[in-house]
T-cell receptor, first 113, second 113 residues
Framework: DVKVTQSSRYLVKRTGEKVFLECVQD?????MFWYRQDPGLGLRLIYF???????EKGDIPEGYSVSREKKERFSLILESASTNQTSMYLC????????????FGPGTRLTVT | AQSVTQLDSQVPVFEEAPVELRCNYSSSVSVYLFWYVQYPNQGLQLLLKYLSGSTLVKGINGFEAEFNKSQTSFHLRKPSVHISDTAEYFCAVRPAAGNKLTFGGGTRVLVKP
């Protein structure tokens, strides 16, 4: 079974803090993705990566950065957390070829106070 | 660019009744289509996908969906729902030559006894 794990299920941070969200997959997938999920808006892509040290902006990259130093690990970084970044964050991974599905982690619910 | 519209944000339904969740998309290129389910406090899980071939696609847990190219729709159906089908359902599209998913806003299904 494919497994995508995220470092925390729940996280509470203060405004201005630097926040790291970690994601690890165990299926040797080339692609990894970070989404945020907000009610009524579905999932929106923040960043994705198709290889180590490679990254591409998604639809809402502002206020976020990412790091992929190893194939199995993809980190999302909030350089200075703000209250409008309170959300559910979902990580996903897939093989490189387009017809492969994405597998999702359980999510991290981040609250910025 | 692609967009996905899920026409119902919430669908209450009685146990053992049928349910249909509507999804319409727009795209200037060929797309693959997906339905994902999110059970409470969990990540997303693939229900079914349409890549090519037969327009009627069967997925897990008794769900099926029909791809209608002329109406740009991919509606999800189940003939008889169970309490355990209470979840949020997301329709998503991806360009056939790409790996970025675009999600709809989600439909919450509440199955009542």
């Amino acid at each position: 079974d494919v497994k995508v794990t995220q470092s925390s299920r729940y996280l509470v941070k203060r405004t201005g803090e630097k926040v790291f969200l970690e994601c690890v997959q165990d299926m040797d997938h080339e692609n990894m993705f970070w989404y945020r999920q907000d009610p009524g808006l579905g999932l929106r892509l923040i960043y994705f990566s198709y290889d180590v040290k490679m990254k591409e902006k998604g639809d809402i990259p502002e206020g976020y950065s990412v790091s992929r130093e190893k194939k199995e690990r993809f980190s999302l970084i909030l350089e200075s957390a703000s209250t409008n970044q309170t959300s559910m964050y979902l990580c996903a991974s897939s093989f490189l070829r387009e017809h492969y599905e994405q597998y999702f982690g359980p999510g991290t619910r981040l609250t910025v106070t | 660019a692609q967009s996905v519209t899920q026409l119902d944000s919430q669908v209450p339904v009685f146990e053992e009744a049928p349910v249909e969740l509507r999804c319409n998309y727009s795209s200037s290129v060929s797309v693959y289509l997906f339905w994902y389910v999110q059970y409470p406090n969990q990540g997303l899980q693939l229900l079914l996908k349409y890549l090519s071939g037969s327009t009627l696609v069967k997925g897990i847990n008794g769900f099926e969906a029909e791809f209608n190219k002329s109406q740009t729709s991919f509606h999800l159906r189940k003939p008889s729902v169970h309490i355990s089908d209470t979840a949020e359902y997301f329709c998503a599209v991806r360009p056939a030559a790409g790996n970025k998913l675009t999600f709809g806003g989600g439909t919450r299904v509440l199955v009542k006894p």
